[in-house]
């Protein structure tokens, strides 16, 4: 356990900052203390916080809101799917317990190391992840609230931001950007004309179901 | 209960749908390739899905014109990411050159 809390210490200031950063916006956008922090700990998913956050500031309907979080997580199932074989043993209370701290960087952290990954590494390093992120929200929440007028500093522009850095990171076969361009486009049309949000699902999903039916299969 | 929290309990159940129940099944057998490329390509369709339409619609009409910000901003914040900048260093860089153009606009 304590390879993996180690080998995840490098990434432990910007998972903290990144939650800082989400306490902050999130206090802006008018959530209370209490649902910022409520939120990290019950959903604990950085990106999909931040997709409902201006949702949520916006009125967005509450289905589309919840569909549109499960459709962020979706690439969870892939971590489980790979993660699960290396937890046999484990008491099924415990694995509905660390289901929940499944997350991008500690899932990197595990399969770097050794593939199969090994359970202690993940676990030691969800654990300084979680720690991480939910500590940061609380330290953005304490600071979040003393800002004014957030737009006054680009403040609102920091979720497009944040979304658009995650996609240009990801971007490294040309079928990606294929990918990346044609549901940008479709997105934006859709606004235009979907009323409540939905164009994210609608595009997300259309677009990734056509790419995954059409391109080769390649493993990474 | 208010309806933020409603929210949040609606959305910690959806995320932990897509966490617990491959994970609790121990899968013993890989998912089909088909279905891993296409868990692979959601977020690549998802977040541009997200991003774009933030930026470029404003009140229901296409926002394109260059005297628009956050267009800028998003160039900004794609190259440097692009490039290997930091996330974090990436963003603040993009929401500083928002605040800069509405600051001199």
Do not use: C, K
């Not at chain 1, 209370?93 to 993940?122: C, G, K, M, T």
């Not at chain 2, 910690?12 to 749908?17: F, G, H, K, P, R």
């Amino acid at each position: 356990m304590r390879e993996g809390l180690v080998a995840s210490l490098a990434l432990v200031p910007s998972v903290f900052v990144y939650g800082s950063v989400f306490g902050g916006l999130a206090v802006q956008a008018g959530l209370t203390p209490a649902q910022v922090l409520g939120m990290s700990v019950l959903v604990f998913a950085g990106a999909a916080q931040f997709v409902a956050v201006p949702m949520i500031a916006a009125g967005t309907p509450l289905l589309a809101i919840i569909v549109t979080t499960y459709v962020v997580n979706m690439r969870h199932y892939l971590m489980a799917a790979t993660l699960a074989p290396s937890f046999r043993g484990f008491h099924r209370l415990w694995l509905a317990l660390i289901a929940h701290l499944i997350n991008d960087e500690s899932f990197a952290v595990a399969v770097a190391r050794s593939r199969p990954p090994d359970a202690r590494v993940y676990l030691g390093s969800a654990l300084a992840i979680s720690g991480a992120f939910v500590g940061g929200v609380g330290v953005g929440v304490a600071l979040g609230g003393l800002v004014e007028r957030p737009e006054r500093y680009g403040l609102d522009f920091a979720f497009p931001a944040v979304f658009l850095a995650l996609v240009a990171v990801q971007l490294r076969r040309r079928t990606d950007w294929l990918i990346a361009v044609s549901a940008a486009a479709f997105a934006v049309l859709l606004a235009l004309v979907l009323p409540g949000n939905w164009h994210i699902v609608v595009a997300g999903l259309a677009v990734s179901a056509l790419g995954a039916r059409v391109l080769p299969v390649e493993e990474p | 209960m208010s309806r933020v929290w409603l929210v949040i309990v609606g959305m910690a159940v959806a995320t932990y749908l897509t966490r617990a129940p491959m994970f609790l099944a121990l899968a013993h057998r890989p998912l089909p390739p088909r279905v891993r490329l296409w868990l692979r390509l959601v977020p690549l369709a998802v977040l541009p899905a997200l991003a774009l339409p933030m930026v470029l619609v404003r009140d229901g009409r296409l926002a394109l014109g260059l005297a628009h910000p956050p267009l800028w901003g998003a160039v900004v914040v794609f190259v440097l990411a692009a490039r290997g900048v930091n996330l974090l260093v990436s963003v603040a860089a993009a929401v500083a050159v928002v605040a800069l153009l509405r600051a001199l606009g």
